[in-house]
């Protein structure tokens, strides 16, 4: 069964940083592209960050170059988010999310399998 | 932020067809392929279409989608009480980003 777990989430002041951790079991994770995507309380997904197999491909959200890094260990079976420069509105439930791959293909965006989500609060 | 736009909300009565729309441009929708996602208020998204009109393995048929130049649409038919979820769409951009749509509240009365 395929599980993400995301971890490393909780309250930080604005500018502050925080790194985010996905857990990934049950599938070869090298064989898969992975994502991050937040939800602000009450509001609709934003896409924040996408990174390939083998981190040879990596893409952000405008809003988010520059003060967040997304990075995997593939022999650890772990997806990062390194998150700097906080502010309230980067305040969201943030998901880690599995793109969905087969036969060495990945399609583009087609996110198959999704964490339970961590939330992050920005506030002083 | 959201550039495919959606109607924020949709709703019927059981057995009923639910269609809902979203709207794009040349550079998201018009040149990639559209993905649908529902979510059950509390929980993580799940991936419904793909591909424009494809479907996971035990995703029902009831749901179906469609794709005409920069616009979709998603079809519920035979609505049933646990259809009462958000639905989005979403889209790879050309200017190398994900876009999701603004969401739609499907409401079953």
């Known amino acids: 069964e395929v599980q993400l777990v995301e971890s490393g989430g909780g309250l930080v002041k604005p500018g502050g940083s925080l790194r985010l951790s996905c857990a990934a079991s049950g599938f070869t994770f090298s064989d898969y592209s992975m994502n991050w995507v937040r939800q602000a309380p009450g509001k609709g997904l934003e896409w924040v960050s996408s990174i390939s197999l083998s981190s040879n491909y990596i893409y952000y959200a405008d809003s988010m170059k520059g003060r967040f890094t997304i990075s995997r260990d593939n022999a650890k079976n772990s997806l990062y988010l390194q998150m700097n420069s906080l502010r309230a509105e980067d305040t969201a439930v943030y998901y880690c999310?599995?793109?969905?791959?087969?036969?060495?293909?990945?399609?583009?965006?087609?996110?198959?399998?999704w964490g339970q989500g961590i939330l992050v609060t920005v506030s002083s | 932020q959201s550039v495919l736009t959606q109607p924020p909300s949709a709703s019927g009565t059981p057995g009923q067809r639910v269609t809902i729309s979203c709207s794009g441009s040349?550079?998201?929708?018009?040149?990639?392929?559209v993905n649908w996602y529902q979510q059950i208020p509390g929980t993580a998204p799940k991936l419904l279409i793909y591909?424009?009109?494809q479907r996971p393995s035990g995703v029902p048929d009831r749901f179906s989608g469609s794709k005409s130049g920069t616009s979709a649409s998603l079809a519920i038919s035979g609505l049933q009480s646990e259809d009462e979820a958000d639905y989005y769409c979403a889209a790879w951009d050309d200017s190398l980003m994900g876009v999701f749509g603004t969401g739609t509240k499907v409401t079953v009365l």
């Open positions: 591909s424009n009109n």
């Open positions: 040349n550079s998201n929708i018009g040149t990639n392929t």
């Open positions: 999310a599995r793109t969905y791959c087969t036969n060495g293909v990945c399609y583009l965006f087609v996110l198959d399998s």
